[in-house]
């Protein structure tokens, strides 16, 4: 079977590990029948703060997808990590605005490594269901994403997410299956 080696990063408590638990619900759904399935994810399940690494597979459309989760504590460390992985998912809590600006510039420290210049790269805003939400619009403005985007060697995928709704999590998947480059896979 085909593997996909990811890393998953962003400050702490963006909801990085409720995202793999939510994907890891998704998926093995899928591997239900249409009888079985409940569309429903239900409550969001607790979570505690990873320390050190927190390594979870997938697996869907017959390939499997490691996700190594660095504490958001790993930060002056996370570029040892960058040439195991073909691909990278960096979240942010789009209810704290504060927090945004410096994690971007963390973001872009990442971009600029060159590790990561061939990588897929997956910028979720999450927590869309916050009361106090900012619009991808409003960060976009925020953090100059139109120049980010247009800067960056990498193929940038942006998405607005609740994994304690459940919302995104088919995009997720689609962005795997499509962007999991087939030169930096092994069978
Ligand atoms: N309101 C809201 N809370 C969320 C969402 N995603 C995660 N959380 C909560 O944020 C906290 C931290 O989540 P966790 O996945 O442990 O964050 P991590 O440190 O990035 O792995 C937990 O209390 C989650 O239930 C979301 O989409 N909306
Ligand atoms: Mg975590």
């Known amino acids: 079977m085909t593997e996909v080696q990811l890393l998953l990063l962003g400050p702490e408590e963006v909801g990085k ?12 759904q899928q591997n239900l029948t249409q009888a ?16 050190g690494v927190n390594l979870v ?13 660095l504490g958001g504590a790993m930060g002056p460390i996370w570029q040892n990590y960058f040439k195991d992985s073909s691909s990278l998912v ?9 927090q945004i600006s410096s994690s971007c510039i963390q973001f872009l420290e990442v971009l600029s ?20 939400y900012m619009s991808r619009c409003e960060i976009s403005s925020l953090i100059r994403l139109a120049d980010i985007l247009a800067c960056a060697r990498q193929d940038i995928t942006v998405l607005e997410c609740s994994f304690r709704e459940g919302t995104g999590l088919r995009e997720i998947l689609k962005w795997l299956h499509d962007k999991s480059s087939p030169a930096s896979v092994s069978k």
Request: no cysteine; net charge positive.
């Open 90 to 98: 960096y979240v942010l809590d789009s209810s704290k605005p504060t």
């Open 36 to 51: 079985q399935r409940s569309e429903n994810l239900g409550e969001a399940p607790p979570t505690i703060p990873t320390v």
């Open 57 to 69: 597979t997938l697996t869907h459309n017959k390939r499997k997808y490691t996700f190594r989760e």
């Open 113 to 132: 490594s060159k590790d990561t210049q061939d990588m897929s790269v997956l910028l979720i805003f999450n927590k869309t269901d916050s009361p106090d």
């Open 17 to 28: 590990t409720l995202m793999l638990k939510r994907l890891q619900t998704v998926t093995a």
